[in-house]
């Protein structure tokens, strides 16, 4: 696998990552510390510019993928009966995929060497 093969599939890697994480049991789910929304906000921040960077032409469309990942996987939480579904938990999960995907974008649009390399790679 080529290094921009790799980089159009780390995405949806961390993605399949973060569902794991996120709806899986208690026992299971991967801790980094105590600091979850830190957990919560980094996950989603780098979704957000992961994906921004994979896809730069469908910004858009990313901002609206990643903040429907967040609601929907908050509220799947709903069927399971060790976890629980908080709004607070939701808005940091929002707040750090809408940074992600708007850190990426100014990179993007302020630094022309980065974008010619994610043009590459896209």
């Known amino acids: 696998m080529n290094s921009r093969a790799l980089l159009r599939v780390l995405p949806w890697l961390l993605l399949a ?33 992961l994906f921004a960077a994979v896809y730069p032409r469908r910004i858009v469309t990313v901002l609206l993928f990643v903040v429907a990942v967040a609601i929907g996987l908050e509220f799947f939480q709903l069927l399971s ?6 709004l607070g938990d939701l808005l940091v999960k929002l707040a750090g995929g809408v940074c992600g995907v708007v850190a990426c974008w100014l990179t993007m649009r302020f630094l022309p060497g980065v974008r010619g390399l994610l043009a590459r790679v896209s």
């Open 17 to 49: 990552f973060i569902v794991f994480a996120t709806l899986s049991s208690l026992e299971m789910r991967p801790r980094i510390g105590h600091a979850v929304h830190l957990e919560r906000f980094g996950a989603f921040g780098l979704l957000g510019f």
């Open 81 to 86: 009966p060790d976890r629980h579904a908080r």
